[in-house]
C-alpha cells in the first residue's frame, strides 16, 4: 500500500460503486476506512459499514473527507448531486471520476460552476463485480498523473484502456452496451445446443464456457479472430458450413448495425434526459 492512502468518496454506492470500492480494497490500493460510501437510503449499506468502510447519506460531508471523488449515481440524478456537491468542492484538491453515461466532463464543470476542476471519465461494464470490466478512460483535459490514477484504479477491477472523450459514446456501445450483446449471442447458442440434444443447462454451461475460451484464445495469443477461425475451419469441414449459413443469415452484419445503432442512442441519452 502507497504511504499515503487514497481518501475516496464514491457517491452513489450501486452495482458499479461497490464493485469498485471492493475492486480497490481487494488490490490493496488503499483500505475499506479511508472510502466514504454514499447513498440516500444508508441503511442499505450497513453490510458495507461491518466491513469497516465509512458510510453516510451526507455527501458534502464524504467529499469533506476525500481527495478522490467518485460520482456513481444515475445520469438523470447527477445534476442534483453536483448541486449539492458545488460550494464543497475545491478544484485544487478534488479529482472528479465520472462512470455516469453519456455526461462530458465539460457538463460537469458547468454544472458545479468550477472551470478547473480536474474531471476524468470512465465506462466500465457489470463485469466489474467479477472484476472482469472492460473499462474506457477518458478527459478532456486532465493531467497524464491523473489519468493514470484512473487507470490504475480501474485495472483493479479489470482492464483499462484510455481514449478520446468524444469516444466515450462508442465505447459505451462497444464495452458497456456490449455485455448484453455476447450474452445475447451465447444464449442463442445455447439454444442451438439443445435443438441438437443437450439439456438446457449443459448446453448454456459449454456456450459459455465456449465463448470463454474464444475470448481468452484472442487475449492470451493476441491473435486475429480470423486466424483462430482458419484453425478450425477445415476444407468442405462441418464449421465452415455453420459458419457460412450464419453469414447468409447476417451473424457479422447484424452485430455491427446493433453496435451503431446503440452508439447513436447512447450519444443521446443525458440531452434526451
Ligand atoms: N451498469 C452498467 O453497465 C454501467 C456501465 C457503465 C457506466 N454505468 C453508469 O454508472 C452509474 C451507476 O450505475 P449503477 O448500475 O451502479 O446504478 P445503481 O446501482 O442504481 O447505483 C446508483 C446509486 O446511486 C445512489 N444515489 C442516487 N442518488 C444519490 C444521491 N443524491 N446521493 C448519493 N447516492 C445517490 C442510489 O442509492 P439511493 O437510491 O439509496 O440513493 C444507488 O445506490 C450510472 O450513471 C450508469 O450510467 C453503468
Redesign the pocket.
Known sequence: MSPTPLRLAI???????LALAKGLVKAGLTAAEHITL????VA?LAPLAQAGYQTTSD?RAAIAAADIVVL????Q?LN??LDELAAGLDPARHLLIS???GVSCQDIRQQTGHAALRVVRA????AISIAQSMTCVASDSASDTDLGLVEKMFDTVGVSIRINEELMTSATALC?CGIAFFLRAIRAASQGGTEIGFHAHDALKMAAQTAQGAAALLLQLNTHPEQEIDKVTSPKGCTIAGLNEMEHQGFSSALIKGIKTSAVKAGSLYKEG
Open positions: 457517491l452513489g454506492s450501486g452495482n458499479i460503486g454514499t447513498r440516500r437510503s442499505a455527501n456513481a449515481v444515475l445520469p440524478q442534483k448531486l462512470v455516469v453515461s465506462m466500465p461494464n457489470t458497456a
